[in-house]
């Protein structure tokens, strides 16, 4: 990923990317802000509430006039610094909703951005209009209720948040994560046109179709791996996820154990897995 710290790089005609100084497990190398426009532009995922960041943004634009800021999900490192940009500049938030706004039921989860709410609430299929581009509003549920892809028509590019991502693979946590929706919204984008993709978090992304395909293809070994787990009788989650990521850094146990939580809802769903008693975190389960 070849970019520096708070310069912004020009990715195509109508898109510039900032990239926070925010890198970790679950970032990569940051936060990437978007760009899209020259004069009159957007901001896509305006990211965490870092001053730094917030101003190498504002400057990537000085001269120019912030008409829409665009949040793919509320999560802290994609939608708090949208606040601050509103503050210098007036633009205000188009998103699907407040945190958890997807999904009925409680909304526990850590890394939630609970303050924010949109000054414009979208739906699939609704388009955006600035000057010089157009992008249309693609609910992608799954990583969170809330999550939304803008594809930007000009370019036939998709901003995809943390839908899919170009480092690695998307992190499902329920509540709020819900792994029958992530294959949905995997689907949902194999019957897209897109040519390219701009994802939060690594690098874009051109052979699309092959991309999603192979992330719905991980997704599906990994439950091909739970039923095999669970082949030698009941199994909690930790005593699952000791064997499915022995070869991952112990520190990542605890994400990957809310990702096996989410497959054993969307497997215990349509019946190929069951659960003594309720499926929760908690429980063991069975084939």
């Not at 708070?6 to 940051?30: H, K, Q, W, Y």
């Not at 839908?163 to 897209?192: E, N």
Request: with cysteine; charged share 25%.
């Amino acid at each position: 990923m070849d970019f520096e710290y708070g310069e912004p790089d020009r990715l195509s005609p109508l898109i510039r990317r900032v990239v926070c100084r925010n890198p970790g497990a679950f970032t990569f190398m940051g936060t990437g802000t978007y760009i899209i426009g020259e004069g009159r532009v957007a901001i896509v995922d305006a990211g965490p509430a870092d001053p730094n960041h917030i101003a190498a943004v504002l400057k990537a634009v000085e001269g120019e006039t912030v008409t829409h800021q665009l949040v793919t999900h509320t999560h802290v490192d994609h939608s708090p610094g949208a606040r601050l940009i509103k503050e210098a500049t007036g633009a205000e938030t188009w998103a699907y909703g407040p945190h958890g706004s997807g999904k009925d039921g409680p909304k526990v989860e850590e890394g939630g951005d609970f303050d924010f709410v949109p000054d414009h609430q979208v739906r699939d299929g609704d388009v955006i209009e600035g000057d010089g581009w157009s992008v249309e509003c693609v609910h992608t549920p799954g990583h969170t209720s809330n999550h939304i892809c803008f594809g930007l028509r000009e370019e036939k590019a998709l901003f995809t948040g943390d839908h899919i991502m170009g480092w690695s693979t998307t992190i499902v946590s329920p509540p709020d994560g819900d792994m029958t929706d992530y294959f949905a919204s995997l689907d949902k984008l194999l019957a897209r046109d897109d040519v390219r993709y701009y994802p939060t978090h690594g690098v874009p992304i051109d052979n699309v179709h092959d991309f999603v395909r192979a992330y719905r293809a991980h997704r599906q070994l990994r439950e091909q791996q739970i039923l095999e787990v669970l082949a030698d009788g009941p199994k909690t989650i930790p005593e699952m996820v000791a064997v499915m990521y022995a070869d991952v850094d112990r520190s990542l146990h605890r994400a990957a154990a809310r990702s096996v939580f989410a497959h054993l809802l969307h497997m215990t769903g349509d019946g190929r897995v069951k659960a003594d008693g309720e499926p929760t975190a908690n429980a063991a389960y069975r084939v």
